[in-house]
């Protein structure tokens, strides 16, 4: 789990890159991982391209999965709203998301999984916690990144071509 989202300690408050990658550090620490394969999908792409770039030994593989190295290139200026949808109407801003990300044509795994977002995450955390994760940049950590890369983006997800990725030797 996320900082702060899941079975996580709730209180915990520090949303920061720096933060969040040394959370990553002690469960890596903790589960004596030597090396491993690491994913990051959307907002925790940041947090595995800066792990991956501080410690590139550890990382055998890279998979990025609709995320990008700055926060603001996937959620640009303008999610605000969403802030503010959070702190009005929980319900309905979960069951947006959750439709928006089943394409909305599935409505009965959606209201499942907007029920599921609604118990994994604190509304105020996450209006408190947005701003600064909308501020995450780990592109400084690119060139540092030794792993085999595979990144999976929005456009190359539904590529009619077949071609589902890109990907770095």
């Known amino acids: 789990d996320g900082r702060g989202t899941g079975s996580s300690d709730r209180r915990a408050c520090d949303p920061s890159l720096d933060a969040m990658v040394l959370d990553l550090q002690a469960v890596v620490q903790r ?46 200026q303008g999610s605000e709203p969403m802030d503010q949808m959070a702190a009005t109407d929980w319900q309905f801003m979960t069951e947006s998301i959750a439709h928006a990300a089943l394409n909305w044509n599935r409505p009965e795994l959606a209201r499942e999984m907007a029920a599921l977002l609604r118990t994994c995450v604190d ?46 030797p």
């Open 31 to 76: 589960l004596g991982l030597s090396r491993f394969a690491l994913v990051g999908p959307t907002l925790g792409g940041p947090i595995a391209i800066a792990y991956a770039g501080l410690f590139p030994a550890q990382v055998s593989h890279l998979a990025l999965w609709c995320t990008s190295a700055r926060v603001n290139d996937v959620y640009p």
């Open 123 to 168: 509304p105020d955390l996450l209006v408190a916690a947005m701003p600064v994760q909308r501020a995450h940049d780990a592109t400084q950590y690119l060139g540092r990144i030794t792993a085999r890369t595979l990144v999976v983006s929005p456009s190359t997800v539904a590529s009619p071509s077949g071609s589902s990725s890109t990907r770095k």
